[in-house]
């Protein structure tokens, strides 16, 4: 039930990740510049909120938080379609939705990763995040199928209440969920929430495993983050692909996430003294940067678009099957008092640059331009495999499977 409700909310939210951008893009006619303003405040919020929404959420029974972030969630994307049937709409308006919308689902994300371990523990932790890791990215495949058939139907706006739908969806299932969740853990009288950040911290930097896992995190979302803005830009203003065709490459990423997720927790078992945990988590980042340099040479037309299709199919697969192993490891080392905190650190230090990024690929297309300016997103993505090359976790050949 719990991962039902959830992958809900990511088929709304796929819905959404295509029809923002192209209201900015189609509706508004918004810049380089301005699109990349409009990523950057959908990214910005982590950088504010997480650190104190990861000792919330372990202050407080963390499927209650979840519950409520689809909720309010809902009533902020609903926003958008009475905006734009009032005449309204405006980049502004996008910009603080996005904004808010990230900033809530941020608590409600770390509550939702958070809360997974008190469903399943050891070996079975893995497969859960595993078969969270291919549910949710059919859902997000799904949804921008989804999105484009909505959008053509109904137009970009009223496209966007499938995503308000399945939110509200998503809200009432996990009202509906049974599983006793283990009270959070007794605090000292004297405890305050900056006490409990800085503790968190500590313990995050100092420990072995953690900490290397989210600097590689962190340096290969801000790549990811300029390349990604610069794509879209790319794709529909240089290669003139339509919502429909946008969408349909959107849904080969989530193909290959589905196949990445199955496929990394059996991917990631022991082969003699040369493969494990370690060694698929270095495979699959070196697999970034050499994934994305073909799309810098497409051209208009249906044989490309099935190119950077693959492509996009191979680099989700890989990126899905890191994302759930690192997760599944994070999560088995990671002392159950601290798992709301490591996860907020990680999201903070990972997701909370990235509006900088966002906002330094718009800047630097103006100086170098456009394809050049990918050139370097693609080539920094080997920033995170680099990282983890030269820490300890290199040498991991099995999945952790306990706390502590």
Request: hydrophobic letters at 50%; glycine letters at 10%.
């Amino acid at each position: 039930m719990f991962n039902n409700a959830l992958a809900i909310g990511v088929l709304g939210g796929a819905v959404t990740s295509v029809a923002l951008p192209s209201l900015a893009l189609i509706t508004l006619k918004s810049t380089p510049l301005e699109v990349s303003v409009l990523y950057a405040a959908q990214r910005f919020p982590p950088a504010v909120t997480a650190l104190f929404g990861g000792a919330v959420v372990d202050r407080h029974r963390k499927l209650a938080l979840v519950t409520w972030g689809k909720a309010v969630g809902g009533v902020l994307l609903l926003c958008v379609p009475l905006a734009a049937y009032l005449g309204f709409l405006s980049l502004p308006l996008l910009c603080v939705v996005g904004f808010l919308l990230a900033a809530v689902n941020d608590v409600s994300s770390t509550a939702g990763i958070s809360y997974l371990p008190s469903l399943a523990k050891g070996d079975n932790l893995a497969a859960a995040n595993s078969k969270m890791g291919a549910l949710f990215s059919f859902t997000d495949s799904a949804g921008s199928y989804l999105a484009a058939g909505l959008i053509v139907l109904l137009g970009t706006s009223r496209a966007i209440l499938a995503d308000v739908v399945a939110y509200v969806i998503s809200a009432v299932c996990m009202t509906r969920i049974r599983t006793p969740e283990p009270p959070p853990s007794a605090r000292p009288d004297d405890s305050t929430l900056l006490r409990e950040i800085r503790d968190g911290l500590r313990y995050t930097t100092r420990h072995p495993v953690l900490w290397p896992l989210v600097k590689s995190n962190t340096a290969l979302s801000l790549a990811l983050t300029a390349w990604d803005v610069l794509y879209l830009i790319y794709v529909v203003r240089e290669l003139h692909w339509s919502p429909v065709a946008l969408a349909v490459v959107m849904g080969c990423a989530s193909v290959g996430g589905v196949v990445g997720a199955l496929a990394g927790r059996r991917l990631a078992r022991p082969r003699g003294t040369w493969w494990g945990v370690g060694p698929l988590l270095l495979s699959a980042l070196a697999l970034q940067p050499l994934i994305l340099l073909p799309v810098l040479f497409a051209a208009p037309g249906l044989l490309w678009q099935v190119v950077i299709g693959v492509c996009v199919t191979v680099r989700f697969a890989g990126a899905t099957a890191h994302g759930s192993t690192q997760r599944s490891v994070r999560q088995g080392v990671c002392d159950p008092q601290y798992q709301g905190r490591q996860q907020s650190i990680g999201a903070w230090l990972t997701f909370g640059p990235r509006f900088l990024s966002a906002l330094g690929a718009g800047a630097l297309v103006s100086v170098i331009g456009l394809v050049p300016s990918m050139a370097v997103a693609a080539l920094a993505t080997a920033g995170g495999f680099v990282v983890l090359l030269l820490s300890p976790v290199r040498r991991l050949r099995v999945m952790p499977t306990s706390s502590g």
